[in-house]
């Protein structure tokens, strides 16, 4: 995911239009969902990410960067975490009953990465304890105010920084595994 530099992931009003990433970034992202596993994702960047992307890998417009996230997002395995959805597109699967132990099964079954996206799941998935590492791009943007990247819920994180990558453009990409 991406953050801006005063620590917020979305605006005031959800939008994210200032996260469009530089290439070299996307290309990035690309490899990194190429390794993952699985995707587990909220409800929110569900409505957001599967109609897009499925549309532009229909349709073959865009870029070659972005084409090549589209064939690979089609390809991984989705999941989808919801309260309120009964069914979602045929790319993904609805997680049935309680979220967070369904993800506790699947980290266990799994052999990889498994990304969960989503500000809102993904802070339950952290609240129970089952992130292992932080990946998030930060970006040369201040937005003075929207939705925090992390909850101010007085949980303190212990991490150590794994992976760092600079990009021309001026973002940082950073990877921080927590420390157990």
Known sequence: MSVTLDGFFADADGGIGWTVPEDEVHRLSNQQVKD???????????????????????????????????????????????????????????????????IARKKEETDGDIEVSGIDLASQVEAAGLIDVYRLNLLPVVLGGGKPYFRDDGTQRDLELTDLQRFPGGTVALEYTVKR
């Not at 994702?41 to 960067?65: A, C, F, N, Q, T």
């Open 36 to 102: 993952h596993a699985a995707v587990i994702m909220g409800r929110g960047l569900y409505e957001m990410m599967v109609p897009y992307w499925h549309d532009l890998l229909k349709s073959g417009e865009g870029g070659e960067i972005e084409q090549e996230f589209a064939q690979v997002w089609d390809e991984i395995p989705k999941f989808v975490a919801s309260r309120t959805l009964t069914e979602v597109h045929e790319s993904c699967e609805l997680i049935e009953g309680d979220a967070i132990e369904w």
